[in-house]
């Protein structure tokens, strides 16, 4: 039933930039590379499969060779980037070594820059940039962000605050435990939810005290994921 309601929302998608799309795959240089920057507004992961799908014809013309060729690659790795976090899903299985080598040289590039951009992001006055930032450098699965997701623990938003401390349970490095504990008292209740989730599932018994003292937090839910926690790192 997913299946069908993501072909649904595919069509759909393309049936409301078929002129953006069509002027993609025109063949005329000029308009392919607006088309591809159009589409980045979309903030789509449907626009990066189709960007996606015309960089592999970029990939089967010889590189330096086609100045027109290569300033088309450029303007569609571009929006690849711009548009982000979807990219980086729909790159992943490439950037961890899997598919074709056109394909993984284009998800290297494509990281390397949509890396940079999140940890720009990060520091946007603008909080919901800061917001979509984490969101887009959770995507990305990357060990160097680690550290900038520290430093976001500390940001003025408890959106980004939370998205942070998620991510670093997901990313599983140690490093992240003391940064995390020493939030555990934040005035936002999800945050603090964040960071016991998150100390549980790195599984380091310095956080046993921070978790056993969630056990007495006035909200429900945190409670109980103290609990997991604990069962998780065999503390009682």
């Not at 970029?58 to 060729?69: I, Y």
């Not at 520290?150 to 605050?161: E, F, G, K, Q, T």
């Not at 790195?202 to 103290?226: F, H, T, Y």
């Amino acid at each position: 039933m997913s299946d069908l309601f993501g072909f649904r929302h595919y069509l759909s998608f393309q049936l409301k930039n078929r002129q953006t799309i069509s002027r993609l795959r025109s063949g005329e240089i000029d308009a392919q590379c607006q088309a591809a920057a159009a589409l980045t507004s979309t903030g789509s992961g449907h626009g990066s499969r189709i960007l996606l799908g015309e960089l592999k014809k970029c990939a089967k013309r010889p590189g330096g060779q086609d100045p027109q060729n290569d300033s088309l690659r450029t303007a569609l790795i571009s929006a690849l980037v711009e548009i982000g976090g979807p990219s980086a899903t729909l790159l992943g299985p490439a950037f961890r070594g899997h598919g074709a080598d056109w394909e993984q040289l284009v998800a290297k590039e494509v990281y390397g820059q949509i890396f940079q951009k999140c940890v720009a992001g990060l520091r946007d006055p603008n909080h919901k940039v800061r917001v979509d930032a984490t969101l887009d450098l959770d995507s990305l699965k990357d060990p160097r962000s680690v550290r900038p997701f520290i430093d976001a623990l500390s940001d003025s938003n408890s959106n980004v605050r939370m998205n942070a401390a998620f991510a670093l349970g997901r990313l599983g490095d140690l490093q992240a435990v003391p940064a995390l504990m020493s939030i555990h008292h934040d005035s936002d209740e999800m945050v603090r939810f964040a960071v016991i989730s998150s100390l549980g599932e790195l599984g380091d018994k310095r956080a046993l005290p921070v978790i056993k003292s969630a056990l007495e937090n006035d909200v429900m839910l945190i409670q109980v994921k103290a609990q997991e926690a604990l069962g998780t790192l065999g503390g009682s």
